[in-house]
């Protein structure tokens, strides 16, 4: 599976710095993503990260590739709330790229009640 991830650099997850939160979601997600064999995929060569932080930097590429990837993963709705708010239409158009969007904290919590 080919997948990409999303960081949101700006928010302090949980009580955490905004370091912690960072480290907190790549965490999080790589181990997600080793577990469950997903490749994590860069559209843009010029990229520093693996990952992408802002929503309409990913929406610009994809725009651009014109390709269908197998999962989008994030941490929790928190971190990609503010874009899905302010710009539902942007959202909508981002998902048509996935098959799958990943929320991390989601499949915890189903982890969490299939084990209880």
């Avoid at 469950?36 to 932080?53: F, G």
């Amino acid at each position: 599976m080919k997948g990409i991830y999303f960081i949101n650099d700006r928010i302090q997850l949980n009580g955490l710095s905004i370091e912690e939160s960072i480290a907190l979601q790549e965490n999080s997600i790589k181990q997600y993503m080793t577990s469950r064999k997903i490749q994590s995929v860069k559209l843009n060569p010029y990229q520093l990260n693996d990952y992408y932080t802002i929503p309409h930097a990913l929406l610009y590429d994809l725009k651009k590739d014109k390709m269908i990837f197998d999962c989008f993963i994030y941490y929790s709705e928190q971190v990609m709330e503010k874009f899905i708010y302010t710009y539902p239409a942007k959202w909508l158009i981002l998902k048509s790229f996935f098959k799958e969007m990943i929320s991390i904290e989601k499949q915890n919590d189903l982890n969490i009640q299939k084990v209880i």
